[in-house]
């Protein structure tokens, strides 16, 4: 009895700190939206988190477009060769890069980059009360430190995401025109004809959400760290993971939802 | 003044301040006192309301913050300033950007004037030459004075500061406790200090508070904290193991 006892309490007391985590989070993000739109904004601060989020991802980026472009081409000319529909592969590739992979794939990159050192830099902040130390100047810290990196994931992703799409299709054109030798008209005829431009910005649409996510989550677990150095290594895997998880989560039903 | 009135704080199930009174008379350096983990920080945090008491209030001149709503808390917040333990200097930023950050923040004060202002609080506290310097690299002194400079920059009435001589060997400590002084005295502030260094009760205190079991048990001048019957009072001073305050 008393066992069952034990682990009601156990259950009820998971069930609260989940909740208490999501009412945080939720408070903290209309925060940040409120604080997004109050002037005066921080221009240098948000300039400054695009060039850490967007111009220092773009080198992860190219290389991971590039090489998914390349393998995907590969993969997808051994599957279309069986039924003599090789130049049809261009336009596949492209169509995935746009609406899945391109997204997708520079999130994460994202993700691994920039997120995680978001809630390592804000989580240090906290442990070594820098935060704390806006907080009594007056400053606070949500308009300082999350709305320049939040406004920098949603707008940067979307533009990561056009280099990836992009360098994907230049992988895509050497492997399949270049060394697989398919038809180089017709692998660009297909992609004009089965590719529409409303696909790539149902792709943008979607970063532009994950530059949200990964931002934002960054930011919370930053900002909520205690418990020094272990705090702060903590705060970043779970960045990590739980950014890459609703990540790939929530592109299933956006997908759902666009289609 | 500072008035601290009958204040409740427990961290779940953990009771930190139980019932504590305070008065802080102003233009004067107050000294708190009390045991590692004993609740000076998270006494020092109801004062400039980063934490809010369960119950009980904070009256800074005339107005109780524990009840506040942000915009008017910041206001209060503007005749503080407090160095931290560790300073909490922004490490993104050089020292002359972190001495600048309230007043970029809270006044239209231009460059110039900024500069001049900046370079006299760095002076004030012993510090030239090294406005370009990151805190990365500068010693634990030095980011102290920088951090006091910081808390100074926008000319506060009252300024707080979380154990200022933690972690600094004798000489520092010496300096850092005579900078204290003399700043209270040539700006003539309000001071808060919360320290274990008794040398540094005697040196820099115009009163004493002992805070022990989430209450203010002693309060006085240093003389009369000395002369106190209290046994807390004597065992915390003297440093003695033998006494009422346990070893866990």
Redesign the interface.
């Known amino acids: 009895m008393n066992k069952a006892a034990a682990l009601l309490d156990q259950f009820g007391r998971s069930v609260f700190n989940v909740l208490e985590e999501m009412g945080s989070m939720i408070l903290l993000f209309l925060s940040t939206l409120a604080w997004a739109v109050r002037p005066p904004f921080k221009i240098r601060l948000t300039i400054k988190q695009m060039e850490f989020v967007g111009v220092k991802s773009i080198f992860v980026v190219v290389l991971t477009g590039l090489f998914t472009g390349m393998v995907t081409t590969l993969q997808g000319y051994y599957g279309f060769r069986m039924f003599s529909a090789e130049t049809l592969v261009g336009s596949t590739v492209a169509l995935a890069m746009a609406r899945e992979l391109g997204p997708v794939l520079t999130a994460l990159m994202v993700t691994a980059r920039a997120g995680s050192a978001m809630a390592a830099e804000l989580g ?2 906290r442990v ?3 935060i ?2 806006l ?6 810290p949500v308009k300082h430190l999350i709305v320049p990196r939040v406004i920098a994931g949603v707008t940067m992703l979307p533009l990561l995401t056009v280099v990836s799409v992009f360098m994907g299709m230049v992988g895509s054109y050497f492997v399949g025109v270049i060394i697989l030798d398919i038809n180089k008209g017709m692998f660009i005829e297909n992609i004009n004809k089965f590719v529409d431009l409303y696909d790539l910005y149902n792709g943008l649409i979607k970063a532009a959400f994950f530059g949200l996510i990964l931002s934002f989550v960054g930011c919370f677990k930053g900002f909520k760290t205690t418990g020094g150095a272990e705090g702060v290594g903590k705060a970043t895997t779970e960045a990590v993971v739980i950014s890459a998880i609703t990540i790939l989560i929530s592109d299933y039903f956006l997908t759902a939802l666009m289609f | 003044m500072i008035e601290l009135v009958d204040i409740h704080k427990s961290f779940k199930k953990q009771k930190v301040l139980d019932g504590l009174n305070l008065k802080i008379e102003e233009g004067m350096t107050t000294i708190i006192i009390g045991r590692s983990g004993g609740g000076k920080s998270v006494l020092l ?1 109801h004062i ?3 934490l809010k008491p369960d119950s009980g209030s904070v009256v800074i001149e005339g107005d109780d913050i524990s009840r506040m709503n ?1 915009r008017d808390l ?2 209060v ?2 005749k ?1 300033g ?1 160095l ?3 300073a ?4 993104s930023m050089n020292v002359f950007e972190n001495v600048a ?2 007043l970029r ?2 006044t239209r004060m231009k460059e110039r004037e900024i500069r001049e202002r900046v370079l006299s609080r760095l002076k004030d506290v012993g510090l030239s030459g090294v406005e370009e310097k990151m805190p990365s690299e500068l010693s634990g002194g030095m980011k102290k004075r920088v951090g006091l400079a910081r808390a100074l920059a ?1 000319e506060p009435r009252i300024v707080l500061f979380d154990e200022p001589t933690t972690g600094l060997d004798p000489v520092m400590t010496e300096a850092i406790d005579r900078l204290i002084f003399e700043t209270q005295r040539n700006f003539n502030l309000t001071c808060v200090v919360i320290s274990h260094d008794i040398k540094s009760i005697f040196s820099v205190g115009h009163r004493v508070a002992m805070l022990y079991d989430g209450k203010i048990i002693e309060y006085g001048t240093p003389e009369e904290l000395r002369r106190s019957d209290n046994p807390v009072v004597k065992q915390f001073l003297e440093g003695s193991l033998e006494g009422p305050i346990s070893i866990m």
């Open positions: 240090t902040m070594t009360e820098q704390d130390a907080y009594v100047m007056a400053a606070n | 945090k400039i309301g980063l942000d910041n206001e917040r503007k503080f407090m931290f333990q560790e909490a200097l922004f490490d950050f309230p923040e809270h926008m």
